[in-house]
């Protein structure tokens, strides 16, 4: 018999009778206390490549039982139910497995099995080898949010004595110092975040400045701020037929100073009829490489972005048309996903009609621009399922 609390949804049932068939001499009457301590409260984050961790997460800890008896699969699990996003439930889910069975799995073994390559590296920095003093090991995961996170959740949860019988690890007093130096870096992180709020021009300002110091044509170029800064809300042109164009995050690009992919946002406009387009962004944040985001959410910063998709649903013809080109990295930080749901929540009041160029990547994304041909026709695309299924 297994014991299920009222309040377990389907796929957390899934997951007990998966381990079930796994532990077939398991009294889960027992183990009851430490299902719903992993479970209540808690949902974890649900996908193909998650499902995929989690099969191989099992069959790699099936025979291994932590030290207050428990087997050990409720521990990756529980992590994986402490932390948001894909990227972060598959580090999880696979934080010890190359340290504890380094006989069977490797990195390359991941690679092979189709863990995108920012999972891996990860994994790397959470593998701690054996000649690296433990604590430079955990200073060289301070540096990855998400690395961070997970390791935080580890180190507590080996820190419940309760998890462990009332018997304190040897390693005690090692991982609390640990602790806290994960959790002051996760301060600081945050208190930059904060401190940098003050600096952020609101985009209403933005839009009364008179700072044209780049010295382009305002006639022809839609630009807010109009000065380099660390973000950016608007880049595009004026035209009667725009389309409205959003990506992951916006790079160096400015007036006549257009990267490649702007240049390839310019040409598949013309080529597919319209006049004009105007370049908005999920995150506002500049950075050439999207791993480069910010690791903490800033809310100032996404508040002031969706103004400047306000003003600019307002200001097109309506209903205003939408080219998603964001690629496949939505899944670079676990906060985009919301951000594009607010700007996908505020399209509809507008009756916006979204697209896509070329086909949608294999896992259902839309295309980013910069490698499209420059005949891709522009198709339409259905947001609410992309939401629904994001």
Request: glycine share 4%; charged share 25%.
């Amino acid at each position: 018999m297994i014991y299920l609390p009222g309040e377990w949804n389907i796929p957390q049932i899934y997951v007990v009778a998966f381990i079930s068939s796994r532990y077939k001499n398991v009294d889960f009457i027992e183990y009851k206390n430490e299902f719903c301590s992993v479970l209540r409260g808690n949902i974890m984050y649900y996908s193909e490549l998650v499902k995929k961790a989690i099969n191989i997460m099992y069959e790699a800890h099936k025979e291994d039982f932590d030290k207050g008896g428990y087997p050990y699969v409720f521990h990756p699990f529980y992590l994986a139910t402490q932390v948001d996003g894909e990227c972060a439930t598959c580090v999880a889910l696979l934080h010890d497995l190359v340290e504890d069975h380094r006989d069977k799995y490797d990195f390359d073994y991941l690679i092979k099995e189709g863990f995108p390559l920012e999972v891996v590296d990860i994994l790397r920095l959470l593998t701690h080898e054996k000649e690296v003093p433990y604590m430079e090991y955990i200073k060289s995961i301070s540096k990855n949010q998400i690395a961070r996170e997970v390791k935080i959740q580890d180190l507590k949860h080996n820190i419940n004595i309760d998890r462990m019988d009332g018997i304190k690890s040897k390693k005690y007093s090692l991982y609390i110092k640990a602790l806290e130096v994960l959790e002051e870096y996760d301060l600081n992180e945050q208190e930059s975040v904060t401190k940098s709020d003050s600096s952020i021009l609101k985009f209403k300002d933005a839009r009364n400045m008179n700072n044209n110091s780049l010295n382009y044509d305002g006639s022809k170029w839609i630009y807010y701020p109009e000065f380099y800064t660390q973000y950016r809300y608007v880049l595009g042109t004026k035209g009667n037929k725009p389309i409205i164009v959003i990506g992951i995050n916006p790079s160096t690009a400015g007036p006549n100073d257009l990267d490649n992919t702007m240049k390839s946002v310019d040409r598949l406009a013309s080529n597919n009829g319209f006049d004009s387009y105007i370049m908005l962004n999920v995150y506002a944040q500049r950075a050439t490489n999207p791993s480069d985001m910010d690791t903490i959410f800033n809310e100032k910063l996404h508040e002031e972005n969706m103004e400047a998709f306000k003003w600019i649903f307002n200001n097109v013809k309506s209903p205003p048309i939408i080219w998603a080109a964001w690629g496949t990295n939505i899944y670079k930080r676990s906060y985009l996903k919301g951000c594009l749901k607010c700007i996908v929540d505020l399209s509809k009041s507008f009756n916006s009609k979204w697209y896509n160029a070329g086909e949608l990547t294999e896992k259902g994304h839309p295309r980013h621009p910069l490698y499209l041909p420059k005949d891709t026709r522009f198709e339409p695309f259905d947001i609410d399922s992309y939401i629904k299924n994001l």
